[in-house]
């Protein structure tokens, strides 16, 4: 079972028990169960808020995974970032001290 059929058979409970049973009774009055249903569809297809917009880069590229990978691990990044950092810095002094 996926979590939208559960949250579809779990409303399905809730709008058929009885008023006195309901907990969301009290906070969903003057909507009916129709109401109900659309406003829940309606929060489906919006989706879950996101701090960062997904459409800076298309998925599937590059920049894209990079930018996924990052939000997913965001420690370990800035370590491989100041890493790569520490050993161009090295490369490019080391360059500078060789040339005089």
Partial sequence: MTE???EDDLLSQLLTA???RSPVAGAARGLSPRDERALLGAANQVGTPTLAP???APA???VGELA???RRYPLPA???GAGMA???TRRHSR???ASR
Avoid: K, M, N, T
């Fill in 4 to 6: 939208h059929q559960r």
């Fill in 18 to 20: 009885p008023p006195e």
């Fill in 54 to 56: 997904s459409a800076a």
């Fill in 60 to 62: 599937g590229s590059f």
């Fill in 68 to 70: 996924g990978l990052v």
């Fill in 78 to 80: 800035v370590a491989l």
């Fill in 86 to 88: 520490f050993l161009l």
């Fill in 95 to 97: 360059g500078a001290a």
